[in-house]
Nanobody, 115 residues
């Protein structure tokens, strides 16, 4: 099993900044990727950003250039730096890891962007 401790969500006006943090623990041997997904009201969960064991990052087109992901299996943590937030970034954000081809998600943290 994998355990998550997520933090950093909140409510901010458009254009502001938030940082999401996620510490992972448990059975992490064989972890191949980690990152963040999100689910907006009425939508399916979607990828925000991931980083592989080799350090390759992948960003959703909607956040590329505004969000930055960092983290690694060595520190057992992943961080999402979200700049220039928009109302359409409002969602529940879920920390994610892939271990031995099995995907795990945290409980989620709410991010709300509104005037």
């Amino acid at each position: 099993q994998v355990q998550f401790v997520e933090s950093g969500g909140g409510s901010v006006p458009p254009g502001e900044f938030l940082k999401l943090s996620c510490e992972v623990s448990g059975r992490l041997s064989g972890m191949s990727a980690m990152g963040w997904y999100r689910r907006a009201p009425g939508n399916q969960r979607e990828l925000v950003a991931t980083i592989t064991k080799g350090g390759h990052t992948n960003y959703a087109a909607s956040v590329r250039g505004r969000f930055t992901l960092s983290g690694s299996e060595f520190v057992k943590a992943v961080f999402l730096y979200m700049n220039s937030l928009k109302p359409e970034d409002t969602a529940v954000y879920y920390c994610y890891v892939r271990v031995e081809d099995v995907d795990y998600w945290g409980q989620g943290t709410q991010v709300t962007v509104s005037p």
